[in-house]
């Protein structure tokens, strides 16, 4: 599938270009000179306006720079949007000014980022290892965002001054690469960097330089790659949106020299996480992590649910992946991650969603222009910017409708046009209009989506017409003539989906819309974000399960139409309690508590009384736990650490009994807070290794415990009083004696009881 470029596209009236509207507000609410800020700064440049806060003063300076670009690139391209391109224009000269005032090529906002990297000419291991300390977040995946963004503007507004920008950095890090060997250089990429293989591959398919392919080959991260290539997923407990960007590069390597086999990684990895690792909504992971394949009881009970930005990762990767070689769940996928994710993480007054909880009766959380700067904020401003992408594209000679969506086409290298209007999915009637400067024979590929019968009632100009059936679509050729019209209607029926493991749980769609229920506007605790470092986190209390309807197991029937007749709007039977619940679509529920997935049973008395009983048993202790938990991390999970200020010498994460933990030979801390002074305990949660372990406990530098946790235990909590007040207490963790310390997992500050 070649897919016509973004300006030859225009989104027509709907809500996709109501979607794209409000990103705009927001986007130009920003200010460009706070944006690039931190670049200048790292050049020793006064900067024109302070840097924003949040993520933009903690270590990831200067990352939304590049979103911005890329948000700007694509924003740019109707007519009539002369400011928008002025601001990346002016973006693009200031990256320019800062990279003068360096002199090498280098230019980025990370904190001591020139020093950095320069160490690595001639630090070897030691200095690869750096990328990935506590010294830093993630610098690689910080400049990505920055080239990215430079690179979107040469891809869709062929921008020379960005390209001159990105192609000059290039050149700086082949020379310095060139001094790294191949083990550092694969240390390095543990860390975060953000798909810089894919940012290579496309600037080495623009330029047709070699060195740049090289270089996208060499940043394949052989730890991903190679248990992709044995067919083996070794995916369960990585930071999911480090994987997923390498893979999209992965795809994008492969097209440089036709690598089948490199190709064919990539659908691997893309089958693994949309068939077995997402959830109905097209969104996969658990606080930002991937769970165990069997075991999807954390993504129902955890109110940090699939994240934003694996999606928008993972919808490039489907992308590259339909180019390549075409297949018809790609764009199934696609289309419910774009209507039941994207177009879901952006509230209808603008704002970004980071987490999108699973967990029945909880809520989203929306970033605020001046204080939220996550990476779910920089990715939702692209997102929100690119639904034209994928509607219209050629497929062997056919021009192709993939998705139902308002929007124009305007091909004039094929010497044709078309108008789709549509209400899909509150209304099932497409109508395609075709634009011709003079009659033309053509093919015109209709998508046939997966969760469909088929196309209904096709017509050319209201007479019906005959189609070539193929996969995924149907094929009409026949001389066209200027203003023919083709109609159809794509049938919506319910469909019922099982959460991947096959536990009691499941969820309703209609088509690719997933349906969720208003659960109350109560106790949304940081429903708008404020600068806090986890302001993304819907931190309101949670709700038990013991009170949710329970539904009959794979029973689609239960679904029907709301009697009231508002599209797309349903009645789920319950069992019990008996009755009916209101479902809607999921991407119209804001500002409320939802919920997507419900608890099941066999249709009998024993069956729905066991399953109430089970739901009551995971209410128990959890949701008492939950209520005295003031603060909580969890150790050698990214985001979390990070957020808690983590630092750590000699020390390791592992996967112990399907659970990450961090032990160390040296010593490691986090702080925790606590505003209102409540705390009085820390509970620590220990997983033992094959040895004996040793580890002294610090509390605000007091020493409270020196633990012995024998080999092979089974995992334990254990609760430590704090030896003072005060807004933040810092824990510290040191090996004692010659051994390693035990695995620690979780580690909550409690209230009093």
Same mark, same amino acid.
């Given at each position: 599938?070649?897919?016509?470029?973004?300006?030859?596209?225009?989104?027509?009236?709907?809500?996709?270009?109501?979607?794209?509207?409000?990103?705009?507000?927001?986007?130009?609410?920003?200010?460009?000179?706070? $944006?690039?800020?931190?670049?200048?700064?790292?050049?020793?440049?006064?900067?024109?306006?302070?840097?924003?806060?949040?993520?933009?003063? +903690?270590?990831?300076?200067?990352?939304?720079?590049?979103?911005?670009?890329?948000?700007?690139?694509?924003?740019?391209?109707?007519?009539?949007?002369?400011?928008?391109?002025?601001?990346?224009?002016?973006?693009?000269?200031?990256?320019?000014?800062?990279?003068?005032?360096?002199?090498?090529?280098?230019?980025?906002?990370?904190?001591?980022?020139?020093?950095?990297?320069?160490?690595?000419?001639?630090?070897?291991?030691?200095?690869?290892?750096?990328?990935?300390?506590?010294?830093?977040?993630?610098?690689?995946?910080? $400049?990505?965002?920055?080239?990215?963004?430079?690179?979107?503007?040469?891809?869709?507004?062929?921008?020379?001054?960005? @390209?001159?920008?990105?192609?000059?950095?290039?050149?700086?890090?082949?020379?310095?690469?060139?001094?790294?060997?191949?083990?550092?250089?694969?240390?390095?990429?543990?860390?975060?960097?953000?798909?810089?293989?894919?940012?290579?591959?496309?600037?080495?398919?623009?330029?047709?330089?070699?060195?740049?392919?090289?270089?996208?080959?060499?940043? +394949?991260?052989?730890?991903? $790659?190679?248990?992709?290539?044995?067919?083996?997923?070794?995916?369960?407990?990585?930071?999911?949106?480090?994987?997923?960007?390498?893979?999209?590069?992965?795809?994008?390597?492969?097209?440089?020299?036709?690598?089948?086999?490199?190709?064919?990684?990539?659908?691997?990895?893309?089958?693994?996480?949309?068939?077995?690792?997402?959830?109905?909504?097209?969104?996969?992971?658990?606080?930002?992590?991937?769970?165990?394949?069997?075991?999807?009881?954390?993504?129902?009970?955890?109110?940090?649910?699939?994240?934003?930005?694996?999606?928008?990762?993972?919808?490039?990767?489907?992308?590259?992946?339909?180019?390549?070689?075409?297949?018809?769940?790609?764009?199934?996928?696609?289309?419910?991650?774009?209507?039941?994710?994207?177009?879901?993480?952006?509230?209808?007054?603008?704002?970004?969603?980071?987490?999108?909880?699973?967990?029945?009766?909880?809520?989203?959380?929306?970033?605020?222009?001046?204080?939220?700067?996550?990476?779910?904020?920089?990715?939702?401003?692209?997102?929100?910017?690119?639904?034209?992408?994928?509607?219209?594209?050629?497929?062997?000679?056919?021009?192709?409708?993939?998705?139902?969506?308002?929007?124009?086409?305007?091909?004039?290298?094929?010497?044709?046009?078309?108008?789709?209007?549509?209400?899909?999915?509150?209304?099932?009637?497409?109508?395609?209009?075709?634009?011709?400067?003079?009659?033309?024979?053509?093919?015109?590929?209709?998508?046939?989506?997966?969760?469909?019968?088929?196309?209904?009632?096709?017509?050319?100009?209201?007479?019906?017409?005959?189609?070539?059936?193929?996969?995924?679509?149907?094929?009409?050729?026949?001389?066209?003539?200027?203003?023919?019209?083709?109609?159809?209607?794509?049938?919506?029926?319910?469909?019922?989906?099982?959460?991947?493991?096959?536990?009691?749980?499941?969820?309703?769609?209609?088509?690719?819309?997933?349906?969720?229920?208003?659960?109350?506007?109560?106790?949304?605790?940081?429903?708008?974000?404020?600068? +806090?470092?986890?302001?993304?986190?819907?931190?309101?209390?949670?709700?038990?399960?013991?009170?949710?309807?329970?539904?009959?197991?794979?029973?689609?029937?239960?679904?029907?139409?709301?009697?009231?007749?508002?599209?797309?709007?349903?009645?789920?039977?319950?069992?019990?309690?008996?009755?009916?619940?209101?479902?809607?679509?999921?991407?119209?529920?804001?500002?409320?508590?939802?919920?997507?997935?419900?608890?099941?049973?066999?249709?009998?008395?024993?069956?729905?009384?066991?399953?109430?009983?089970? $739901?009551?048993?995971?209410?128990?202790?959890?949701?008492?736990?939950?209520?005295?938990?003031?603060?909580?991390?969890?150790?050698?999970?990214?985001?979390?650490?990070?957020?808690?200020?983590?630092?750590?010498?000699?020390?390791?994460?592992?996967?112990?009994?399907?659970?990450?933990?961090? +032990?160390?030979?040296?010593?490691?801390?986090?702080?925790?807070?606590?505003?209102?002074?409540?705390?009085?305990?820390?509970?620590?949660?220990?997983?033992?290794?094959?040895?004996?372990?040793?580890?002294?406990?610090?509390?605000?530098?007091?020493?409270?415990?020196?633990?012995?946790?024998?080999?092979?235990?089974?995992?334990?909590?254990?609760?430590?009083?704090?030896?003072?007040?005060?807004?933040?207490?810092?824990?510290?963790?040191?090996?004692?004696?010659?051994?390693?310390?035990?695995?620690?997992?979780?580690?909550?500050?409690? @209230?009093?009881?």
């Amino acid at each position: 599938m070649r897919f016509f470029h973004p300006g030859q596209v225009t989104l027509l009236d709907g809500m996709f270009r109501d979607a794209e509207q409000v990103d705009l507000d927001y986007v130009m609410t920003l200010d460009p000179d706070r $944006l690039v800020a931190p670049y200048l700064r790292e050049a020793g440049l006064p900067p024109r306006a302070d840097s924003y806060g949040n993520w933009e003063s +903690s270590g990831l300076d200067g990352h939304t720079a590049g979103h911005y670009l890329s948000a700007t690139a694509w924003l740019a391209l109707p007519a009539g949007r002369a400011e928008v391109r002025h601001r990346l224009d002016h973006v693009v000269a200031e990256l320019s000014r800062a990279q003068d005032a360096i002199g090498t090529g280098y230019v980025g906002g990370v904190p001591g980022g020139f020093a950095l990297f320069e160490s690595l000419r001639a630090g070897g291991t030691e200095a690869a290892v750096r990328f990935g300390s506590s010294e830093h977040w993630v610098p690689w995946y910080n $400049l990505h965002k920055m080239l990215s963004g430079l690179w979107d503007a040469v891809d869709l507004l062929g921008h020379d001054h960005a @390209r001159a920008v990105a192609l000059r950095f290039a050149q700086w890090w082949l020379e310095l690469a060139a001094e790294i060997d191949a083990d550092p250089f694969e240390n390095m990429l543990a860390t975060e960097y953000g798909g810089m293989n894919d940012l290579f591959a496309r600037m080495a398919t623009d330029t047709g330089r070699a060195d740049l392919a090289a270089m996208a080959h060499r940043f +394949s991260h052989r730890a991903i $790659l190679v248990p992709l290539q044995e067919r083996r997923d070794a995916l369960t407990g990585l930071h999911a949106n480090t994987q997923i960007p390498k893979v999209v590069g992965y795809a994008t390597t492969a097209a440089l020299d036709g690598d089948s086999a490199l190709l064919g990684d990539a659908d691997y990895f893309w089958h693994q996480v949309v068939e077995r690792r997402s959830v109905v909504i097209g969104g996969n992971s658990v606080r930002e992590h991937f769970h165990v394949l069997d075991d999807f009881t954390a993504m129902i009970e955890d109110r940090e649910g699939p994240e934003t930005c694996n999606t928008y990762n993972m919808l490039k990767l489907t992308k590259a992946l339909a180019e390549a070689q075409l297949s018809s769940e790609y764009l199934d996928y696609a289309e419910r991650a774009l209507y039941s994710h994207q177009l879901a993480a952006q509230h209808p007054d603008g704002g970004f969603v980071y987490f999108t909880p699973m967990r029945p009766r909880h809520y989203r959380v929306y970033s605020q222009p001046e204080s939220s700067f996550w990476c779910c904020v920089g990715t939702g401003m692209e997102s929100q910017a690119k639904y034209g992408e994928l509607i219209f594209g050629e497929q062997d000679g056919a021009l192709a409708v993939n998705l139902f969506i308002s929007a124009a086409l305007d091909a004039p290298q094929l010497g044709t046009g078309l108008r789709m209007e549509t209400g899909f999915p509150a209304d099932e009637g497409v109508s395609i209009v075709v634009a011709l400067d003079r009659p033309k024979r053509f093919s015109l590929r209709l998508r046939v989506p997966g969760w469909s019968g088929g196309l209904v009632d096709l017509a050319v100009n209201g007479r019906s017409a005959d189609a070539r059936h193929v996969d995924g679509a149907v094929i009409l050729e026949r001389d066209w003539f200027a203003e023919d019209v083709v109609t159809f209607r794509v049938p919506l029926e319910p469909r019922v989906e099982r959460l991947p493991d096959g536990s009691p749980w499941q969820a309703y769609s209609v088509g690719p819309i997933v349906l969720a229920a208003r659960e109350g506007g109560e106790d949304l605790i940081g429903l708008h974000a404020d600068g +806090s470092r986890m302001g993304h986190i819907a931190a309101g209390r949670l709700r038990g399960f013991s009170e949710l309807p329970i539904v009959v197991t794979d029973a689609a029937g239960a679904v029907v139409p709301d009697p009231a007749g508002m599209p797309l709007h349903f009645l789920l039977t319950a069992r019990d309690p008996a009755g009916d619940v209101s479902l809607e679509p999921f991407f119209g529920i804001h500002d409320e508590r939802y919920t997507i997935y419900w608890p099941t049973a066999a249709d009998d008395a024993d069956a729905i009384a066991a399953r109430r009983d089970a $739901l009551v048993t995971m209410d128990r202790g959890s949701l008492a736990l939950d209520r005295l938990t003031v603060d909580a991390v969890a150790f050698g999970e990214q985001q979390p650490e990070s957020d808690h200020e983590f630092r750590g010498i000699a020390s390791r994460v592992q996967m112990r009994g399907g659970r990450r933990a961090r +032990s160390t030979r040296g010593a490691m801390s986090v702080i925790l807070s606590d505003p209102g002074c409540e705390g009085a305990s820390i509970r620590v949660g220990f997983v033992s290794g094959d040895e004996t372990t040793r580890v002294a406990i610090d509390i605000d530098g007091v020493t409270v415990a020196e633990e012995v946790v024998e080999r092979r235990t089974a995992a334990f909590d254990l609760v430590y009083p704090l030896v003072s007040t005060g807004p933040q207490h810092k824990i510290e963790f040191r090996a004692t004696g010659a051994c390693s310390t035990p695995g620690i997992t979780m580690i909550r500050l409690l @209230r009093w009881t």
